[in-house]
């Protein structure tokens, strides 16, 4: 899989937008760009996933750049909720390898 | 809900006993599910693939041997750390994916929690 590249951390105050920012510049043709978030001592969980088009769901929205090579996770309000890793993973098209995780970006939400 | 299940959560033991840790798909049938561990800190890092009926798939670095892996039926694999001491001490979790191909999401257990004393 390709790598990407997230900041280590990011903060952000309750109840206002957040911008996760996710580079990949080596992203295949076809490689998804899946968004996963771990929150303490949980397993990871899904958040959305996309290919070329921007994608909203009831989680968040994912922003993909026009060139693939960078792609944004919106949560549109935080929630204290919401403070987690996240993790910006490119996987082929098939679906059916494993998940490789990077370092992710830790989100702290201040109330 | 949860749709993977792990179990158990956290487990306390002595060094040199063997753990046995579950993982069940609820209410799918899972040919592949995937074990990861994970260290104070770090990220997780992908153990080996369990394939059902067959052998399980193990990362370079990963002792077959002492990470066992039985996947029995479409919905239950195990992985059975053999004669744990503590640096086997880590969080373990499993995941397995509803549809198989198409890029549909990963579905992860809440981890299980291993502490060798």
């Known amino acids: 899989d390709a790598k990407t590249t997230q900041p280590n951390s990011m903060e952000s105050n309750e109840e206002e937008p957040v911008h996760l920012p996710c580079n990949h510049s080596?992203?295949?043709?076809?490689?998804?760009i899946h968004w996963y978030r771990q929150l303490p001592s949980q397993g990871p969980e899904y958040v959305i996933h996309g290919l070329t088009s921007n994608v909203n769901n009831r989680m968040a929205s994912l922003a993909i750049a026009e060139d693939r090579k960078s792609s944004t996770l919106i949560l549109h309000r935080a929630t204290l909720r919401d403070a987690a890793v996240y993790y910006c993973?490119?996987?082929?098209?098939?679906?059916?390898?494993?998940?490789?995780f990077g370092k992710g970006t830790r989100l702290s939400v201040i109330a | 809900g949860a749709v993977v299940s792990q179990h158990p959560s956290w487990v306390i033991c002595k060094s040199g006993t063997s753990v046995k840790i579950e993982c069940r798909s609820l209410?799918?049938?899972?040919?592949?599910m995937f074990w990861y561990r994970q260290f104070p800190k770090q990220s997780l890092m992908l153990m080996a693939t369990s394939n059902e009926g067959s052998k399980a798939t193990y990362e370079q670095g990963v002792e077959k041997d002492k990470f066992l892996i039985n996947h029995a039926s479409l919905t239950l694999s195990t992985l059975t750390v053999t004669s744990a001491h503590p640096e086997d001490s880590s969080f373990y979790i499993c995941s397995a994916q509803r549809w198989q191909g198409r890029n549909q999401p990963q579905h992860f257990g809440d981890g299980t929690r291993l502490s060798i004393l």
């Open positions: 993973i490119l996987r082929d098209y098939s679906g059916n390898t494993p998940l490789v």
């Open positions: 080596t992203i295949s043709g076809t490689d998804y």
């Open positions: 209410d799918f049938q899972a040919t592949t």
